[in-house]
């Protein structure tokens, strides 16, 4: 049986999956699976995973009978892992060739563990390092009621153990979210067992493709219907209060950005939210230095 399941979520990626999958077949752990999730694209990217399947038996495909979204994609990927760990590679990206080996040292008892990442912008901005801002729950509570956003949410660059993700994200697998999907699902994923380590085992690239930095009208009224229908299941959660009220309010303010720019709410009433939103931030971070 493999030690740890490497995910990868597919839609349109045939740019990039080739460096993925070497990211994959080369790493200095060798017991490991490799599971090509299909979600239906209309793109090469599912013929090049079935020949480098041909050259690597590790390699796995798996087929959605229909595009399914991000978070489900990857709930069936996990599905069908045969490991007791898992781990999620976007297929634009790549892992670092030691990131499994030492994962699976740090890991030891804790349910999750995250690890650090490099982020390469291949629009100009060069190579930032990211190393976690925290090493335990108790941290990661700190920098969450503080509203600093200097923890991550991202679901890659995390080892998972199996069991527990398939328990704790199941009632979120049916929800096609194009937007923050990330952090819906790493808001239920807080765990008071989860670890850190202090290596660069992912890069995430920004490239022209990523959602995100897509403009259109419809792109923008699709990430404020995703934004909503997030702010709505977390609020309707039994999360922590924590969690749940600054999780919130994250989405809050990118909810009235995006209905600003689509003309939603005036100018007057932009700027009022956004000094509504600064002087919560002041008086909190106040609070928090007076402990």
């Avoid at 979120?172 to 239920?188: P, V």
């Avoid at 977390?234 to 909810?255: D, T």
């Amino acid at each position: 049986m493999p030690q740890i399941s490497i995910i990868l979520p597919t839609f349109n990626v045939e740019k990039y999956i080739k460096k993925a999958l070497d990211s994959c077949i080369n790493q200095s752990l060798k017991d490991i699976e490799i599971i090509v999730v299909d979600d239906c694209g209309s793109d090469n990217s599912i013929n090049i995973a079935k020949e480098e399947a041909l050259k690597d038996k590790r390699i796995k495909i798996i087929h959605n009978k229909e595009n399914l979204g991000l978070l489900a994609a990857r709930y069936q990927g996990a599905l069908y892992a045969n490991s007791p760990y898992i781990t999620f590679l976007d297929p634009d990206d790549t892992l670092a060739l030691n990131a499994c080996e030492l994962a699976l040292k740090e890991i030891k008892e804790a349910n999750l563990l995250r690890f650090g990442f490099a982020k390469i912008d291949e629009m100009g901005g060069g190579i930032e390092e990211n190393l976690p801002d925290y090493k335990n729950y108790e941290g990661l509570k700190n920098i969450i009621e503080q509203s600093s956003y200097k923890y991550l949410w991202n679901i890659w660059g995390i080892l998972f153990k199996k069991d527990f993700y398939l328990h704790t994200i199941k009632h979120l697998s049916s929800y096609k979210i194009n937007m923050a999907e990330d952090l819906l699902a790493f808001a239920f994923l807080i765990n008071p067992s989860i670890k850190t380590a202090n290596f660069i085992g992912y890069f995430y690239r920004i490239n022209e493709n990523s959602l995100t930095l897509k403009k259109t009208k419809e792109q923008l009224q699709k990430n404020l219907k995703d934004y909503k229908e997030i702010t709505n299941i977390i609020k309707n959660s039994n999360l922590e209060q924590f969690i749940i009220k600054e999780f919130s309010f994250y989405l809050y303010k990118e909810i009235i950005k995006l209905s600003y720019d689509l003309n939603e709410i005036s100018y007057l009433k932009y700027k009022l939210l956004k000094k509504k939103i600064k002087f919560y931030n002041f008086f909190k971070k106040l609070k928090h230095e007076l402990r």
